[in-house]
């Protein structure tokens, strides 16, 4: 059983950053072999996947956040990040980690664990 804990978010003008933390619990074993990502949630009811980290370590990332988002993953302190920076308003939605041993990528379907949520605003 994994438990992950979501700290950061807020509101900000467009053009801003934000930093999203996701810590997994400490008893998670194995936790550098998790596949790990961020999801978000807008007005809609879908999920979709905004970056993810496999296996190996290989970085993946939505088109509508390239160049703007950065993944990062602390494999010692069982730590997730998501760097956000240029923010914009379309980037306004419920933001969540997610770890799963298996499924890696950006499909949110099917993950076994996932964080609480956090909301991120930006205004124009």
């Known amino acids: 059983q994994v438990q992950l804990v979501q700290s950061g978010g807020g509101s900000v003008h467009a053009g801003g950053s934000l930093n999203l933390t996701c810590e997994a619990s400490e008893y998670t074993y194995g936790w550098s072999t998790y596949c790990v990502g961020w999801f978000r949630q807008g007005s809609g009811n879908t999920r979709e996947g905004v970056a993810s980290i496999d296996k190996e370590g290989t970085e993946s990332y939505a088109d509508s956040v390239k160049g703007r988002f950065t993944i990062s993953k602390d494999n010692a302190k069982k730590t997730l990040y998501l760097q956000m920076n240029s923010l914009k308003p379309e980037d306004t939605a419920m933001y969540y980690c997610?770890?799963?041993?298996?499924?890696?990528?950006?499909?949110?379907?099917?993950?076994?664990?996932w964080g609480q949520g956090t909301q991120v605003t930006v205004s124009s």
């Open positions: 997610a770890a799963d041993f298996w499924r890696c990528g950006l499909v949110s379907s099917g993950i076994d664990y």
